[in-house]
C-alpha cells in the first residue's frame, strides 16, 4: 500500500443509509460496497447539510453550511466567489473533475457583473462549483408544458442512447426511465405504478453503469498528475424503474417495515404536519405505492452495488486501488413513506443521515479497515479531509467542516463537534404558501447531538425534539414536553453558537490574524503616544530628527487655480 | 425644488455625534453643518455597524452587516463577489464614485482566483469596494521601520502639496500633520503633545479644505448624467493637528466635560477591563493629552464646519442644492478619554452613534425638513435609501438595511427593527493576545433598542448590559444584575433573531422564491404521481401517448467498445 494519491469521490443520489447490508439491510445485499466498508471505515452517523441535492451538494463542494454559501434549494445559485473544493485542491496541486451530477446553478448574474465568461476555464469553474467537467449530467431530462427542466438535462447520455440505437426525442425517458407494455406503448416511469415493471433498456446501457463506465475511461486517461474525480450517479433517485434482471428481485417480503405510527401522525408539529399532508407524502403513504416503488428502489441499489463491483474490481487490476482514496456516500435519503413522509425535505435521520464509507489505501490506515466510526460526522468534513490528502494546509477560515483522517488513522475517534447541523429551506417551494409563511421565515435547522435532535423553525413555530437514545426511530416529538425544558435550552445554546461563528471573514486566516496584532505600528501608525519621549524609538524613527520650512516662507506658493 | 437626481454622500472620520452644535454641543458651533440639518432631518440615533474605519465603513459601502460580509477590521479584505453599493447603483443608471477614503483593502486572493485584474473597469471595481475612482485617499501616509503603512496613502495629496512649494519626501506629514519649532525641527502630530501646536501648512492646503475642493471638481465636471459621488473625508481622524487660526479658537473652557467613574473602572468586565488599560487607552486619560487633543479635534471639526459652508453655498450658486440629496454623517466617534478609553473601539454611544444629516430636495421632504428623528437607524439604511433615490428596485436579498425615505418624506417614523446592531473583531488586535482569546472568538457583538444595549462576547465572557434610559451616559453595566436577568434575556432574544437572519442567498430575490412554488412541476418534475389517471394533464402532456420499440429489438445495438 500507498499513501493515497488520488481521490475517487462517489455520491449517489437520494440512497438512504439503512439501504445496504452493511448497514444491517437483511435483505438487500450489497458485497461489493459491503467489501469497500471491510477495507476502510464506515460512518454510522455521518449527516448531510440540506435535505435537498442542490443544497446539500453545494455545502459539500464549497465545504460550508448551507448559511454560509447561501444556495439553500436546487437551482439558488451559488453566488460569484464563494470558494470550492476545486479552488482548494488546484491551489494544492491536485486537479478536480466531474463525471456526473452535482444540481450546481450558475450565478449567472453575478459572473455577468464580475465580467466571467462561461468558455473561459474560469468561468467554466465558477459556473459548474469548482469541477472542471468531463462529464455533467444531473440525471434527468424532464419536459413540461413549459419546456425542459434543465437544457443541459443528460445531453451526452441521451446521445449515447441514440449511438446504441435507441429512439425518440428523448430516449432518457422513454428508455432508461419507462417501460413499454405489448403494443409499445410508453409507460413512463415518472407514474409510481410503472416502478415495478423492468425499464425498456438493456441493462449495460442504463444509468448507472454508463456513468461508471464513464468514470472508469476518466480514470484510465490521467497520467502521473494527482486527480480528485467526483463520480456522481443519480440512481436511486426518481423516476424509480430498473431494467431487468433488478426489477424482478425484490419483492414485499424484502421490504424494511414502514416507520411510522398514528400517534406520529396526530400530534405532528404543523410543519411537519404540512408537510405529512402534502400530495406527495400523502401517495408514498399508499401500500401500492410503496409495493410499486420499493422493488425498483432496491433493485436501482442493487445494480449500483454491481457496478461497483465492477469498478472496484477495475481499481485493482489497474492498481489504483492502491494508490486512491475511494469515498462512497449520498447526498441524503428518502422517505419513502416512513413518517408519513415520501421525498426527503424533513430532519430524521431517514434522509439526513447518509452512508458513508471511507477506504484509504495508507499504510496509516490499516489499524482502522474494517470498523465503524459513530464520530458526529458531516458532509463538509469531505472537502478538508480531501485537502489533507492533496498535501494542501488547512484553510480553516474558509472549510468549517474538520480533516477525517485523524478517524481514518486512528489517531481520533471524535470529531471536534456538540452537535452536526442541516438547514432547510422552503421558501421556494408551495409548501411555503400552503403554511402562509414569508420567504424570509420559510427556513428550518437541525442541531443533532448522539442524544438529542432539536428542530427551530423560523416563523414562530415550537421547536420539535427527539430523543436519539430512547426513540431512535423518532417517533415521538418531544418539543412541546415542559419536562423537556432544559434539553431543548441546551440544544439551543448549541444552535446559537453555531449561528453565531465566524463564517464569511473568509479572506484572512487564522495565522494571518495571529500576525497582524501589532504590525501597523511597525508601519508607522502610531496611536496613542504623547510624546517622543514616551515614544518607542525604533517605531517612530521616521517621524524624528525631520527639518521643515515654514508654511509661510515657502516661495513657490500660489493662489489655488 | 425638483426631486432628488444626484447623491452627495459626505462623510467624516471619527466624528462624536455630540461635538457638533446641533447635536448640543454648547461650545463648538457648528453653523453651516446646523443649517443642513435645519433644511433636512437630523437623526438623533444612527448607529455604525463597527467601531472601526474600515469595518465600518464596508458595511456602510455593501449596505450589509459585518457579520454578513465578514471584513470585520481594517485590511481585512472585502471578499470578491459581494455586492457594493455602487453595483446596485449603476444597475439603476446612477453612477457611483469616489473622492476620499474607503479603507478598502482589495481581495487579491479572490481576484486571482477569479482573474480580474487591477487595470480593467471591473477590476478596479471589485478592489475599490464597487466606486469608480476619483481620488482614492485614506488619510494617512504612515512609516515606520518596516516601511508604509499603505503605498498608496496620501499619494495625489503629496504630489498637490509638492505643487504648492511644500519640501520633503512626506509632506503629507511635515507640513500637513506636523507642526515645526523655531529652528525648523518637524514636531511631528503622531505625538499628542504637539496636538495643540499649529499645522505647519496654509489652512487652504490643508487636507479639509483640499478633499472639499476636489469634491466640488468632481461635480463641476458631471453632465447630465445622475452621480452619487462620495466624498469621504478624513478628518478629524487622527493625527490630530490643525492649522490656524483653528488651532487657537478653543481651550479647556470649550470642552464637553469627561465622561468615565472610577466605579465605572474599578468594576469593568473584563474585555473592558482590558481596552481600558491598555497602552493608548492609557494615554487618552491623562488630563494633559486631553487639553493638546481636544483643541485640535474641535478645531478640525469648525474647519469641516467652515468647509461645509463653503460646498453648501457653491451647491446653493451652481443650482445643485435643488437636485442633489445631501448626506453628512461619520464612520465611527472617538472616546477621547469618556469612559476610561481613547480611540473608537467598543461600544458605548460615544463611539457607535453618529450624527446623520440627510437633505432631500424633493417636494415629497418638505414636512421634514428641520426636524428630528430619534428613529433606530443603522448606516446599512444608506445603500437602500440611494438605491431608491436612484429610482432602483429594492434588493432585498441583498441589502440588510431599509430605505430611509419614508421617515424624510414623513410617511413613518420608526424603521422596522427592534434593534440597532454593532460588532467589533478583534482578532488581529494584540488585545487578543493580552486576554488569550482565540481569533474566532475575538468578536463582540452590540444589540441596541431604544431602551437597552447588550453586549456579547464569544469566548466564555459575560454580557454587558446598560439601561439607555436611566444611564443614558452608560456608566453602570448590569450584565451580572441578577433583577435584569429577563432583560438581558430579551435582548439575547432580539441578537439570536438577528444571527438566525437569513444573509446570504444573495442569488434569489423574494419574488424569484415566491414564483418558484410549483414551477418545476410545469417543467415536467412529476413527484408523487401514482398514475397517469392521477395526473394533471396538462402537467404531464409530454409522458402520455409515447411509443418505443422494445430494446431487445433495436437492431442497432452492439456490444459496448
Known amino acids: 500500500m500507498a499513501k493515497a494519491r488520488n481521490i475517487l469521490f462517489i455520491m449517489f443520489d437520494q440512497l438512504r443509509w439503512d439501504y445496504l447490508s452493511c448497514y444491517g439491510h437483511p435483505h438487500l445485499h450489497t458485497p461489493n460496497i459491503d467489501r469497500l466498508a471491510s477495507m476502510g471505515v464506515r460512518f454510522d452517523r455521518a449527516y448531510i447539510q440540506a435535505p435537498i441535492c442542490g443544497a446539500s451538494r453545494m455545502s459539500t463542494y464549497t465545504g460550508r453550511y448551507v448559511n454560509s454559501h447561501g444556495a439553500g434549494w436546487n437551482n439558488v445559485p451559488l453566488r460569484v466567489g464563494e470558494p470550492t473544493l476545486g479552488d482548494h485542491l488546484r491551489k494544492a496541486g491536485m486537479s478536480c473533475w466531474l463525471v456526473g451530477k452535482t444540481h450546481m446553478a450558475a450565478d ?3 459572473m455577468e457583473r464580475l465580467g466571467l465568461k462561461r468558455g473561459t476555464t474560469i468561468g467554466e469553474r465558477v459556473a459548474e462549483c469548482g469541477f472542471d467537467v468531463y462529464e455533467r449530467d444531473d440525471g434527468m431530462r424532464p419536459e413540461g408544458p413549459d419546456g425542459f427542466y434543465d437544457e443541459g438535462g443528460a445531453v451526452a447520455y441521451n446521445a449515447y442512447l441514440r449511438s446504441r440505437g435507441y429512439g425518440g426525442d428523448n430516449p432518457w425517458h422513454d428508455h432508461a426511465n419507462s417501460a413499454i407494455d405489448a403494443d409499445g406503448n410508453v409507460l413512463s416511469g415518472w407514474f409510481l405504478n ?10 449495460e446501457d442504463s444509468e448507472t453503469p454508463y456513468m461508471t463506465r464513464r468514470g472508469m475511461e476518466f480514470i484510465e486517461r490521467q497520467g502521473d498528475a494527482p486527480w480528485c ?5 443519480i440512481k436511486p433517485h426518481w423516476p424509480y424503474i430498473v431494467p431487468e434482471p433488478y426489477a424482478s428481485m425484490f419483492g414485499p417480503q424484502d421490504f424494511l417495515p414502514v416507520v411510522r405510527t398514528q400517534e406520529e401522525f396526530d400530534a405532528a408539529h404543523p410543519v411537519f404536519k404540512a408537510m405529512m399532508t402534502g400530495p406527495v407524502a400523502r401517495t408514498f403513504c399508499r401500500d401500492e405505492v410503496r409495493n410499486a416503488v420499493l422493488p425498483a428502489y432496491m433493485g436501482l441499489i442493487k445494480q449500483i452495488d454491481d457496478q461497483m463491483g465492477v469498478l472496484f474490481d477495475w481499481l485493482e487490476r489497474t492498481g489504483r486501488m492502491q494508490d486512491t482514496m475511494i469515498v462512497l456516500t449520498s447526498d441524503h435519503g428518502d422517505f419513502l ?6 421525498e426527503k425535505q424533513f430532519f430524521h435521520d431517514t434522509s439526513t443521515k447518509v452512508p458513508l464509507i471511507i477506504y484509504d489505501p495508507s499504510p496509516e490506515a490499516d489499524a482502522t479497515r474494517g470498523t465503524v466510526s459513530d464520530a458526529l460526522v458531516e458532509q463538509i468534513d469531505l472537502a478538508p479531509t480531501f485537502l489533507a490528502v492533496a498535501g494542501g494546509a488547512p484553510v480553516d477560515h474558509v472549510l468549517e467542516g474538520h480533516s477525517l483522517l485523524p478517524i481514518l488513522h486512528g489517531t481520533a475517534t471524535e470529531m471536534p463537534r456538540e452537535v452536526a447541523i442541516c ?4 421558501s421556494g417551494t408551495p409548501l411555503r404558501a400552503r403554511l402562509g409563511v414569508s420567504v424570509e421565515d420559510a427556513r428550518c435547522f437541525m442541531a443533532a447531538s448522539k442524544a438529542w435532535k432539536l428542530i427551530h423553525f423560523e416563523g414562530g413555530f415550537r421547536p420539535m425534539l427527539f430523543d436519539l437514545v430512547n426513540d431512535p426511530r423518532e417517533l415521538v416529538d418531544l418539543g412541546d414536553s415542559p419536562e423537556h425544558a432544559d434539553i431543548i435550552a441546551m440544544m439551543y445554546d448549541h444552535l ?24 501597523i505600528g511597525r508601519r508607522g501608525v ?15 524613527v521616521r517621524y524624528v530628527g525631520r527639518k521643515a520650512r515654514p508654511w509661510q516662507d515657502i516661495a513657490a506658493r500660489k ?3
Request: hydrophobic share 35%.
Open 108 to 110: 449567472v448574474e453575478g
Open 194 to 203: 410503472n416502478s415495478n415493471k423492468p425499464a425498456n433498456i438493456a441493462e
Open 337 to 342: 413513506g416512513d413518517h408519513w413522509l415520501g
Open 526 to 540: 502610531t496611536i496613542g503616544v504623547y510624546s517622543e519621549a514616551e515614544a518607542d524609538p525604533e517605531l517612530v
Open 496 to 519: 446559537h453558537a453555531w449561528f453565531r461563528r465566524c463564517d464569511q471573514r473568509i479572506t484572512k486566516s487564522r495565522e494571518d490574524l495571529e500576525a497582524m496584532g501589532g504590525r
Open 559 to 561: 493662489p489655488i487655480a
Open 423 to 426: 438547514e432547510y429551506d422552503y
Open 229 to 233: 474525480m467526483h463520480l456522481s450517479l
